[in-house]
């Protein structure tokens, strides 16, 4: 029989703790419960966590500050963070940042956002955790842009348009910028 997924709870809110406990137990999991930011760093020093349910709003060190911290260990660096608040969207935005996995949505379908690097450990622990993805993808967003003039904006636009056209390639991103003069 192999070893049940553990996870640990972070919430300064006892009664949270108890209620994911009592939802993630039953279910198999092993949950470890930690109230303060300083006591999951702790718990993660000695013991093997596969995922952190991670609170954002706590007194002392909150959970970005947390989470930064899990980034920035070696030994923890490509652990997943799922962060559970209250808050909205702009708390996502800095949850995200400080290097969070995902954060908990109020509905029933939950998007996961990671590092491509991160993606398939992410992926694998999802599915240890006995939970099946609707879909899983990497999906790039550019950094950078190039600007392209004449022959070099011509072949590129031939290119991406024949990579559109495939029916093999499933999305096709670009990260260059093309007067409108170019395009005609």
Request: hydrophobic share 45%.
């Amino acid at each position: 029989m192999s070893d049940p997924v553990t996870v640990l709870a972070v919430d300064d809110q006892p009664a949270n703790l108890r209620l994911l406990d009592a939802l993630l137990s039953p279910r198999g999991y092993r949950v470890l419960a930690a109230g303060t930011g300083e006591s999951a760093l702790a718990t993660l020093a000695v013991s093997a966590v596969d995922l952190v349910l991670l609170d954002i709003v706590m007194p002392g060190m909150d959970g970005y500050q947390v989470c930064r911290r899990i980034r920035n260990d070696p030994t923890t660096a490509f652990l997943p963070v799922v962060v559970i608040t209250a808050s909205g969207n702009q708390e996502k935005v800095r949850a995200i940042e400080a290097g969070a996995d995902d954060m908990q949505d109020e509905g029933e379908v939950f998007e996961i956002f990671t590092s491509p690097e991160n993606f398939e450990a992410v992926n694998e622990a999802i599915k240890k955790a006995g939970i099946q993805p609707q879909a899983a993808e990497v999906s790039m967003v550019p950094q950078n842009y190039i600007k392209l003039e004449g022959q070099d904006a011509k072949t590129m636009l031939k290119l991406y348009d024949a990579l559109e056209d495939n029916d093999d390639v499933q999305k096709v991103y670009a990260t260059f910028d093309i007067d409108e003069s170019e395009m005609g």
